[in-house]
Nanobody
């Protein structure tokens, strides 16, 4: 059974930084694309960043609103996914979710939530 457990959320002032982590169990991260999504009340869950099965930095894809402020990394040896958030803005306030694909090795630049079969419970990020 696949489980994704996020950690690292919290409250931070605008301009600050946070690092989110996701630990996968029952899953082989070096086989598939993994990603981060976020959601605020009343809005659709949106893709933030994704990285392919290799975990190579050049394979990462980001939503336009990231604007170079976030970095996704994957440690296949640890079956873990990380999202480094910097230059945070109040508009980044959301619940952030770790997501794992069960079919695809490479990630679509569309960052569609329909591509991901497995989800974590989410971690809250609040920027004031």
């Amino acid at each position: 059974q696949v489980q994704l457990v996020e950690s690292g959320g919290g409250s931070v002032q605008a301009g600050g930084s946070l690092t989110l982590s996701c630990k996968a169990t029952g899953y082989t991260s070096d086989h598939y694309c993994m990603a981060w999504f976020r959601q605020t009340p009343g809005k659709q869950r949106e893709g933030v960043a994704a990285i392919d099965h290799t975990g190579r930095s050049r394979s990462a894809t980001y939503a336009p609103f990231v604007r170079g402020r976030f970095t996704i990394t994957k440690d296949n040896a640890q079956n873990s996914l990380t999202l480094r958030l910097s230059s945070l803005e109040p508009e980044d306030t959301a619940i952030y979710y770790c997501a794992a694909d069960g079919l695809r090795r490479f990630c679509s630049s569309l960052l569609s939530k329909a591509d991901f079969a497995y989800w974590g419970q989410g971690t809250q990020v609040t920027v004031s």
